[in-house]
């Protein structure tokens, strides 16, 4: 099976580099120049490994590797970048990165490397795709996208609101910005705003509350949301147990 790859590099010639090398190890490789396509890319389509740039001009190439651990963990992520420094691949690390590899590339390492973390990240989702995500008697399938609740059954929930609450429930109740959720789904509808993430937590928390009078949403002053339910990771032939 072909396991894809998003590369995020604002010079022509590395991306020229890079994509002979790494579709010939079977990778289908879609090269982007800028943040805002690479959110876009991201969040329309499956990939198995991200190679991005870090300094893409006045942007830094670090706030999708954060997004990207946040929003897709089981994804493979290799930072490229001119910065080499002991400091610069820590902090590269600490955001997200799997792996940091400093510029100039050798085509061939970045490959093996590429190559090894496309195949973790296959697996990784295929796991991911088999669990349910449970919390307080509720289940979240990521694969039907949808939630249930043992004692009322099925809750319905728009596209936009299985996203932002999938998303919650998978970060570990670490908070999220209003921006980090509204990329979520902005590719859906690129006219949403700060205020639809409002909304679209508000129309969550009444559902919740309907189907088991509980809301595991919680806001963070200065900051955005985040989920305060423990949530557990079920095979899906599992009987879903209580969360608290």
Do not use: W
């Not at 999708?64 to 963990?73: D, E, K, T």
């Not at 937590?201 to 009078?213: E, V, Y």
């Amino acid at each position: 099976m072909i396991k894809r790859a998003l590369l995020l590099d604002d010079d022509v010639l590395i991306a020229k580099l890079l994509q002979g090398p790494l579709s010939s190890e079977g990778l289908q490789v879609t090269h982007c120049k800028t943040l805002e396509s690479a959110y876009c890319l991201l969040n329309k389509d499956s990939f198995e490994l991200l190679l991005i740039d870090r300094m893409l001009g006045s942007e830094d190439g670090l706030e999708l590797v954060r997004y990207a651990r946040i929003h897709y963990p089981a994804i493979g992520i290799i930072v490229l970048s001119g910065k080499s420094q002991p400091i610069d691949r820590i902090i590269g690390l600490e955001s997200g990165a799997d792996d940091y590899l400093p510029k100039p590339l050798e085509p061939r390492e970045v490959v093996i490397r590429a190559r090894h973390l496309a195949a973790r990240a296959r697996i990784m989702m295929q796991l991911t795709n088999d669990h349910l995500l449970s919390f307080q008697r509720f289940s979240l399938d990521p694969l039907t996208r949808t939630l249930s609740h043992t004692d009322s059954g099925p809750v319905p929930l728009t596209g936009k609101e299985f996203d932002v609450l999938h998303c919650l429930a998978r970060s570990g109740n670490r908070p999220l910005s209003r921006k980090s959720l509204l990329l979520t789904i902005h590719d859906r509808d690129p006219c949403t705003t700060d205020r639809t993430i409002d909304t679209l937590i508000s129309n969550i928390r009444r559902k919740l509350r309907d189907a088991a009078g509980i809301d595991p949403v919680c806001t963070i002053r200065g900051s955005g949301y985040a989920f305060g339910a423990v949530v557990t990771h079920q095979q899906r032939s599992e009987e879903m147990t209580d969360g608290t």
